[in-house]
């Protein structure tokens, strides 16, 4: 009855991020491990909203003038009674700024997550640890060498390019089919960002018991839909400029609460660990 009334785990992947920061209120002591990944964020995003956000809203202002205008030359060719036409292209002038800009945020907030997970690493980790045992008075580490670490991490960038690229790939094909292709490539866009958005989130605790990226993309999948909804919030959370400075290691901190109360126990019993 609960996972019926719980949308079987939709309602409950989504309210994660809140109970990361309960966690937080809770246990004043974690508060610390969130002050160098706020800094790297601050620095990170000052070079993405002066290189990216800046020129992305002009070259969009630029993209609207130049249809506007394009749209008004036809409309201008038309019979007078089609003159309505020209407040329907001010809609869809507005719409296609606000499509747009949403999908330059998202893009902002996905190149934020990567470099500052990466550079914020050591500190994620270390909060992951502490909300790993606080949830589950135990934290589980296979050692496997500093090199072997490195190693893992760089194929582990690597194959998340290589599922990008393939994907993104196969979805700007699909976008040349008549009507539906770019309603198809849309929702797969979304889609690919947000399962690389919880692989992201999800990988501290992952990583420490050194499962493969083929395992990690299994746990992401065999855990939906909540994880669907876990990382669409997350998704929107770090779109939004200034704020996602904090959200981000909220988002780490909510992605180990959701491995360590929804992933670990089902592991446990199938001896994946």
Request: hydrophobic fraction near 55%; charged fraction near 15%; glycine fraction near 8%.
């Amino acid at each position: 009855m609960l996972k019926i009334l719980g949308l079987f785990g939709l309602v409950n992947g989504a309210t994660y991020p809140l109970r990361a920061v309960g966690i937080f209120l809770r246990n004043r002591e974690l508060l610390p491990y969130l002050i160098m990944p706020i800094v790297i964020n601050f620095l990170v995003g000052i070079i993405l909203y002066i290189s990216l956000l800046l020129f992305g809203f002009d070259l969009i202002k630029d993209i609207v003038a130049i249809l506007t205008i394009q749209i008004d030359k036809v409309i201008n060719d038309l019979p007078t009674w089609l003159g309505f036409l020209e407040y329907l292209a001010v809609i869809l002038g507005w719409l296609l700024k606000l499509f747009l800009s949403v999908a330059l945020l998202i893009v902002n907030g996905f190149l934020m997550l990567q470099f500052g997970v990466i550079l914020g690493a050591p500190w994620y980790g270390q909060l992951s640890e502490k909300l790993e045992e606080i949830r589950r008075g135990k934290v589980t580490n296979i050692e496997i060498g500093i090199v072997r670490d490195i190693s893992r991490a760089i194929l582990y960038e690597i194959k998340k390019l290589l599922l990008g690229i393939v994907v993104g790939i196969g979805l700007f094909l699909i976008n040349f089919v008549p009507i539906i292709g770019t309603l198809i490539t849309s929702i797969g866009g979304i889609t690919l960002t947000a399962t690389i958005i919880c692989l992201d989130f999800f990988d501290s605790v992952l990583e420490r018991r050194k499962f493969t990226f083929r395992d990690k993309l299994k746990i992401v999948f065999s855990s939906l839909p909540a994880s669907g909804s876990f990382s669409l919030i997350a998704l929107g959370l770090i779109s939004i400029p200034l704020l996602n400075l904090v959200t981000i290691p909220i988002c780490v901190a909510s992605g180990t609460l959701f491995v360590c109360d929804r992933v670990l126990d089902k592991l446990e019993l199938n001896n994946f660990e």
